[in-house]
């Protein structure tokens, strides 16, 4: 089983900042993976596919880049309603998993 | 419009049986595979499982074979999650989701609102 491990735990950062999240792969998954954000209470929304594609309604600030086994997500001024968990998912290989996620909070 | 719509919040005791449902709307149900995705109070994420309703073809994540048994009918365009025997360990959030339909693209792109499960005695 493939493990993603996110990276920092926890993000403080203010609105208007950059915000930088990292997700390593215990292997290889090629291009084969996704990103979602997480609001309280809501359930997941996906960001990115694809390791670098926006999905539909995406604004975009959101970018993602990578490949093999280190990925980014990139924020690049974040607004009041980004402040959320994001959690990357491989699926390039049975059983897909996800990590365990980044909280982004407001400094 | 895309939805999946769950049924309500349950609360259960240890060793009682529950079936979780989730109904697709403003798609072609049979052709897209539904997964189930567990997230315990205050934790991450976890894939549970997909089924391709069209054929009822399953795939189990190793962590959840043999503990819970997804099912489809899509003559009414509804999956679901069902346990024989709930633990108190079941207790969590657990979405529905739609597989995209891109090719070799096991993620998902419309989710359900999610389905509380509570397990006490």
């Keep these: ?107 | 419009e895309v939805q999946l719509v769950q049924s309500g919040a349950e609360v259960k005791k240890p060793g009682e049986s529950l079936k979780i449902s989730c109904k697709g709307s403003g798609y072609s149900f049979p052709i897209y595979w539904i997964g189930w995705v567990r997230q315990k109070p205050g934790k991450g994420l976890e894939w549970m499982g997909i089924i391709f309703p069209g054929d009822s073809d399953t795939r189990y994540s190793p962590s959840f074979q043999g503990q819970v048994t997804i099912s489809a009918d899509r003559s009414i365009s509804t999956a679901y999650l069902q346990w024989s025997s709930l633990k108190a360990s079941d207790t969590a959030m657990y979405y529905c989701a739609r597989r995209s339909p891109n090719s070799s693209s096991w993620y998902f792109d419309y989710w359900g609102q999610g389905t509380l499960v509570t397990v006490s005695s």
């Design chain 1, 1 to 107: 089983e493939i493990v993603l491990t996110q990276s920092p735990g926890t993000l403080s950062l203010s609105p208007g900042e950059r915000a930088t999240l990292s997700c390593r792969a215990s292997q290889s998954v090629s291009s084969y993976l996704a990103w979602y954000q997480q609001k309280p209470g809501q359930a997941p929304r996906l960001l990115i596919y694809g390791a670098s594609s926006r999905a539909t309604g995406i604004p975009d600030r959101f970018s993602g880049s990578g490949s093999g086994t280190d990925f980014t997500l990139t924020i690049s001024r974040l607004e009041p309603e980004d402040f959320a968990v994001y959690y990357c998912q491989q699926y390039g290989s049975s059983p897909r998993t996800f990590g365990q996620g980044t909280k982004v909070e407001i400094k």
